[in-house]
């Protein structure tokens, strides 16, 4: 098996994404926290069908929590073991 990895970029781009993935997380609770105060602020037919889309926002919303704590794990983990294996195989050859 042959493979190329620039773990500089990697990590790189793993720290990048981690930091737009809080941006993620920040703009969808503040989403929810707008939702919900609208929520509060009418009642009627109308206001039950915002409640049904209030419902599906928060499903979505778990969704793309889960894809991101995901997320997050594998690109942290990608870049901790290509880092850590390209300095063992420094680190073997220099011992050599």
């Keep these: 098996m ?7 970029a990697l990590a790189t781009a793993t720290s990048t994404a981690l930091l737009q993935i809080e941006d993620v997380q920040l703009a ?11 929520e ?20 979505a919303q778990v969704v793309v929590e889960d894809a991101i704590r995901s ?7 990608a870049a901790e073991h290509y880092g850590v294996a390209e300095q063992d195989v420094l680190t073997l050859f220099s011992a050599a």
């Excluded at 042959?2 to 500089?8: A, E, G, N, P």
């Excluded at 969808?28 to 609208?38: E, K, P």
């Excluded at 009418?42 to 409640?51: E, L, V």
């Excluded at 997320?71 to 983990?77: F, H, I, P, V, Y």
């Design 40 to 59: 509060s602020s009418w009642s009627g037919q109308a206001s039950i069908a915002f409640q049904s889309s209030l419902d599906e926002w928060r499903g």
């Design 28 to 38: 969808a609770g503040n989403l929810s926290t707008t939702l919900v105060s609208l």
């Design 2 to 8: 042959k493979y190329t990895v620039d773990s500089d």
């Design 71 to 77: 997320l997050s794990t594998a690109l942290g983990l």
